[in-house]
């Protein structure tokens, strides 16, 4: 199998092998107008004056054929404008002759899960009340922690939580 020296632009490389110089060209490292010589000769010849090779390195692409495909008018007989009025009373009209569903109301879970909430929470601030010692100080603690409870579930569940 013949090896050739390789010349692009003012570098020479080689020898390469046809597989080499085919896996080269494929990945664009030269094109036609490289150079090539035999390994032991200083014959340089450009790739597309030697034919055989130039067809093993730059095999000619495929052309894909494409089909005629007839493109067909539709006659339009008014080509007027249509107004926005009469899209949506046209809209309107096709909408009343569509079946009306019952709207179902599905019931409000938010303001169950808040007093239920609040309930569970006061509770247990009340039982903590009950069974600590009686004193101002802790009378005044569990009313505070008790509304702070309050506003804070409050602010959760209908001005955080949207999408309840």
Known sequence: MPRYLLKVGDKTSGPHSEIA?????????FDADALLAAELTEDWKAVRDIPELHAFLFPPRKAIPLKAKAI???PQGNNEPVS???ILSENLAAEALLPRKPLRRFPNRRRRDFLFSLVLIDGAIGAAYYYLPRSQEIEIAAASVAALATAGLYWLFYQIMDRY
């Not at 110089?21 to 490292?29: G, N, P, Y």
């Open 84 to 86: 926005v009025d009469q």
């Open 72 to 74: 067909e008018v539709i």
């Open 21 to 29: 110089l085919q896996e080269m060209a494929s990945i664009r490292a």
